[in-house]
């Protein structure tokens, strides 16, 4: 069983920064791509930010310039940092991962979420 635990939520102002992780555990063989999304009051949940296992990285339009997806293969952790928050990026976090892991005498290769992480930007 794999688990993803995101950290770093929080408050802050407009204009300020703030830096999400979030790490996997568990029975890891691989991590292919990781990725974060958003999910907003009574909004659908949005992809923001996609990195694959070689580091290649893709942005939502709206986080473009501001938002740097990044990830340590060695601590199995992706990473959100957060420049010139808007109060438009309010909402919780979820990272999310495409993982191979073992499972008893098997393998597996499934999408894994984390609970995720509230980020509230005042104006």
């Known amino acids: 069983q794999v688990h993803l635990v995101e950290s770093g939520g929080g408050l802050v102002q407009a204009g300020e920064s703030l830096r999400l992780s979030c790490a996997a555990s568990g029975r890891i063989i691989s991590i292919y791509d990781m990725a974060w999304y958003r999910q907003a009051p009574e909004k659908q949940r949005e992809l923001v930010a996609t990195i694959s296992s070689n580091g290649l990285t893709n942005y939502a339009d709206s986080v473009k310039g501001r938002f740097t997806i990044s990830r340590d293969n060695a601590k199995n952790t992706v990473y959100l940092q957060m420049n010139s928050l808007k109060p438009e990026d309010t909402a919780v976090y979820y990272c999310?991962?495409?993982?191979?892991?073992?499972?008893?005498?098997?393998?597996?290769?499934?999408?894994?979420w984390g609970q995720g992480t509230q980020v509230t930007v005042s104006s």
């Open positions: 999310n991962a495409d993982i191979l892991a073992r499972n008893g005498f098997t393998t597996g290769r499934s999408a894994a």
